[in-house]
C-alpha cells in the first residue's frame, strides 16, 4: 500500500494531527523528515496510507490543523 | 504532620502524581519532540496530553498555546517581557507578588517601560475599576494582575477587568498561582491575553512545573532561544506555539505527574474543591478572630489563605513555635512586600496559614489548640 506524508511544523502538532486522525479511525505514523525534504532541519509528518489521503485533509481542515505541505508517494527511508 | 502552607506549594499530592512521575522516570522518558523513536514519542504524547487537558480547564480550545515552563514566575517574565515594548506604560495591582514587581521594576530602572500601581483593596468592584481608569495614559498598553491574593483570600474581579482592558486595547496577564485549579478561569470569557499559572499548587503537579497559556490575538516575541528539535537549521526560532517559547529539554516527569493532577482537579471538579477549602478558610478565620490578641487582615476576604498576627510573637517566632508542634505556616513577607503594605502588617510581616482540599476540620481544631497554647505561654 503507497504511502503518503503529511508534513507538520513540529512533534506537537503531529501529535495533535495523529490525535485527529485516529478519533476518526483513521491510522498514522509519526516519523522525522530528513532535511532535504524540510529545507530548514528538524520536522516531522504523519504517514498515511494514500488512499486516506482526502479523509485526512477533511479531519484537518475540521480540526484547524496546519500542514505544511503533502509529499507524495514515500518510502522507507524518508 | 499538619501542612498550612499550601500557597507556597501544595502536599501531600494525589497518589497517581508521585506514581506516574516515577512510572515516567522508570519506563518512558526519553527526550519529547528531538526523535521520533518510541521513547521520545511516548514523552512527547504525554505532554501533548497534559497541554490538552490544561487547555480544556482554562477555556482554550488550542492545546498548542499551552507553553510549559518550569514555575509561574518563569511564566510571567516570559509573558511581561516577550509583550513589553520599548516606551510602554504598564499597569499593575497592589497585591503582587514579587514575580510580577520585580520584573516589571527592573524594566523601568532600564528605561524600558513606566508603570502605576492600582489599588485592589478597594471595598467594591466599581471602585477597583474606577481606580484603574484613573491610571490610564495614551500608552498604557500591558495590565498585570494576581486573579487571588498569595497571601490572603482577597480575589480580583478578573472578568471586568478584562472588560475594562479590552475597550481600551490594553493586553490582560493574569497570575493565577494561588487561583489555578480553584477558581473558574476561562481566557475568552476574561479577555485574558496570557495566563500564567503554577503546576505545583492547586493542580498537585510536582515542583519544577508552571504554564502560560497565550491567546492567539497577543503577539509576543521570544525571551528564551535554544534548541527545542525543530527547524534546526535555523538560527531563528520557530514562529509558532508552543515551541516558539520552549527553549532546551522539558521536565518531562514533572509534566508527567502534572498531567495526573490536572486530572485530579478535574474529576472533584473545582465547585466542589472551592467549597471544602472555602469551609476549612472559614472555620480557620473564625478561630483566629475570635481569639483575643490575634488580629486577621482582611477578615473579609473568603478562601483557603488567611493572614494573621499574633501580639506580642514576631511572625517568625510565632511560626516556629507552631513548627515545634509539627504544623507548618509561613512567616515573614510571603514575597509579596505591596500586598503586605496594602493590608499594614508591619516592620516583620504575618504569618500565613494556607489550605488545600486535603487538609481536614481535626487539623484545624488542633492548629486552634496549639495557638491558645502559645499565646498562654506569653
Not at chain 2, 522518558?29 to 480547564?57: F, Q, V
Not at chain 2, 527547524?231 to 505527574?257: H, Q, V
Not at chain 2, 493572614?307 to 509539627?326: K, Q, V
Amino acid at each position: 500500500m503507497k504511502k503518503c506524508i503529511a508534513a507538520l511544523n513540529s512533534m506537537t502538532m503531529a501529535i495533535k494531527a495523529k490525535e485527529a486522525l485516529s478519533e476518526n479511525a483513521i491510522f498514522s505514523n509519526i516519523i522525522k523528515l530528513d532535511s532535504d525534504m524540510t529545507k530548514n532541519g528538524c520536522a516531522y509528518g504523519l504517514e498515511i496510507q494514500c488512499n486516506q489521503l482526502n479523509n485526512a485533509k477533511t479531519v484537518f481542515g475540521k480540526k484547524r490543523i496546519k500542514i505544511r505541505e503533502y509529499i507524495g508517494e514515500s518510502d522507507k527511508n524518508v | 504532620m499538619i501542612y498550612l502552607d499550601n500557597a507556597a506549594t501544595t502536599f501531600p499530592k494525589p497518589g497517581a502524581v508521585w506514581r506516574e512521575t516515577l512510572r515516567c522516570m522508570k519506563y518512558y522518558c526519553g527526550n519529547p519532540g528531538r526523535s521520533s523513536h518510541k521513547l521520545s514519542l511516548a514523552s512527547a504524547t504525554k505532554i501533548y496530553e497534559c497541554r490538552e487537558a490544561i487547555a480544556d480547564l482554562f477555556g482554550c480550545d488550542k492545546a498548542e498555546n499551552v507553553v510549559f515552563t518550569y514555575n509561574t514566575t518563569y511564566a510571567l517574565n516570559i509573558a511581561i517581557k516577550s509583550v513589553a515594548k520599548k516606551g510602554d506604560h504598564i499597569l499593575i495591582s497592589n497585591l503582587e507578588h514579587n514575580s510580577v514587581l520585580r520584573p516589571i521594576a527592573s524594566m523601568k530602572e532600564k528605561k524600558l517601560i513606566d508603570y502605576d500601581i492600582f489599588s485592589a483593596t478597594e471595598p467594591d468592584t466599581a471602585s477597583i475599576l474606577e481606580n484603574i481608569e484613573s491610571f490610564l495614559r495614551p500608552n498604557t498598553r500591558i495590565l498585570v494582575c494576581t486573579h487571588a491574593s498569595n497571601v490572603c483570600s482577597l480575589k480580583l474581579p478578573i472578568e471586568e477587568i478584562g472588560a475594562l482592558c479590552k475597550k481600551n486595547g490594553i493586553i490582560l496577564i493574569v497570575d493565577a498561582a494561588q487561583s489555578a485549579g480553584i477558581y473558574d478561569i476561562d481566557l475568552d470569557n476574561m479577555n485574558i491575553g496570557i495566563l500564567c499559572a503554577p503546576g505545583h499548587k492547586a493542580l498537585f503537579g510536582p515542583q519544577g512545573t508552571g504554564f502560560f497559556i497565550k491567546s492567539d490575538r497577543i503577539n509576543a516575541d521570544t525571551f528564551i532561544e535554544g534548541g527545542n528539535g525543530i527547524n534546526s537549521l535555523e538560527e531563528k526560532m520557530p514562529d509558532f506555539l508552543p515551541e516558539r517559547f520552549e527553549a532546551g529539554t522539558l521536565a518531562t516527569p514533572a509534566i508527567a505527574g502534572l498531567f495526573e493532577g490536572v486530572k485530579y482537579v478535574k474529576a472533584l471538579g473545582l465547585e466542589e474543591i472551592r467549597y471544602r477549602e472555602s469551609a476549612l478558610g472559614a472555620r480557620l478565620s473564625e478561630i483566629l478572630q475570635n481569639t483575643p490578641k490575634v488580629r486577621v487582615y482582611a477578615p473579609e476576604a473568603v478562601g483557603g489563605t488567611v493572614l494573621f498576627n499574633i501580639d506580642g510573637a514576631t511572625p517568625n517566632r510565632a511560626a516556629s513555635e507552631f513548627d515545634r508542634e509539627n504544623i507548618c505556616l509561613r512567616s515573614g513577607f510571603h514575597c509579596s512586600p505591596l500586598a503586605h503594605a496594602a493590608l499594614g502588617t508591619g516592620e516583620n510581616g504575618a504569618i500565613r496559614a494556607s489550605l488545600s482540599f486535603f487538609n481536614r476540620f481535626d487539623e484545624i481544631e488542633q492548629f486552634y489548640k496549639c495557638l491558645k497554647e502559645i499565646i498562654a505561654a506569653q
